[in-house]
């Protein structure tokens, strides 16, 4: 006859295993949690200037088993209200993508790394701490660039930004 400690750790364990497979479809069918903020690189290698502005970017991962395209959804930078939603980009499942802040044409590159690009002319991720630690949200399409917590879905946080220094989040 099984001792009854060993009858009570054999029962957890089989609640604990239950309650994991009961709760991986709900977060695997969630579309919310599918891209997650990885990395970001707020101030660009040198003196910040028209030239260097894909030298600032952050990095997103699809987390999902499908491809995701990257339209409308938000990355809210809580020191300012410059936003501009993501273009459209499907992202394969599993692939990161380089989010950049200036021009270019939004594709896979020659060493397999996914581009966007944001198309602004000047920099917008800050590259210091003063009054507030900067933050980026990445919302879910129609959320609203407010410098509010609604609709996220990641974040990343890196205080003050070394010159050509990408922050892991």
Do not use: E
């Given at each position: 006859?099984?001792?009854?400690?060993?009858?009570?750790?054999?029962?957890a364990a089989?609640?604990?295993?239950a309650?994991?497979l009961l709760?991986?479809?709900?977060?695997?069918?969630s579309?919310?949690?599918?891209?997650?903020?990885?990395?970001?690189?707020?101030?660009?290698?040198g003196?910040?200037?028209k030239?260097n502005?894909?030298?600032e970017?952050?990095?997103?991962?699809?987390?999902?088993?499908?491809?995701?395209?990257?339209r409308?959804y938000?990355?809210?930078?809580?020191?300012?209200?410059?936003g501009?939603?993501?273009?459209s980009?499907?992202?394969?499942?599993?692939?990161?993508?380089?989010?950049?802040?200036g021009?270019?044409?939004?594709?896979?590159d020659?060493?397999?790394?996914?581009?966007?690009y944001?198309?602004?002319?000047?920099?917008?991720?800050?590259n210091?701490?003063?009054?507030?630690?900067?933050?980026?949200r990445?919302?879910?399409?129609?959320?609203?660039d407010?410098?509010s917590?609604?609709?996220s879905?990641?974040?990343?946080?890196?205080?003050?930004a070394?010159?050509?220094?990408?922050?892991?989040?």
């Open positions: 006859m099984p001792r009854p400690a060993s009858r009570v750790t054999a029962i089989a609640a604990v295993t309650l994991s709760s991986a479809p709900a977060q695997a069918a579309s919310s949690g599918a891209l997650t903020v990885t990395h970001v690189r707020a101030n660009s290698a003196t910040d200037t030239s502005l894909n030298g970017y952050f990095v997103i991962k699809n987390t999902s088993t499908k491809t995701v395209n990257l409308g938000v990355p809210d930078i809580t020191s300012n209200t410059y501009r939603v993501l273009p980009y499907n992202l394969p499942a599993g692939a990161v993508a380089y989010v950049r802040t021009s270019g044409t939004n594709r896979r020659a060493s397999g790394n996914h581009q966007v944001r198309g602004y002319a000047r920099h917008v991720l800050p210091d701490a003063t009054g507030r630690n900067p933050d980026l990445l919302k879910k399409p129609g959320s609203a407010n410098n917590s609604n609709g879905i990641s974040s990343c946080n890196w205080g003050r070394a010159n050509g220094t990408t922050y892991r989040c």
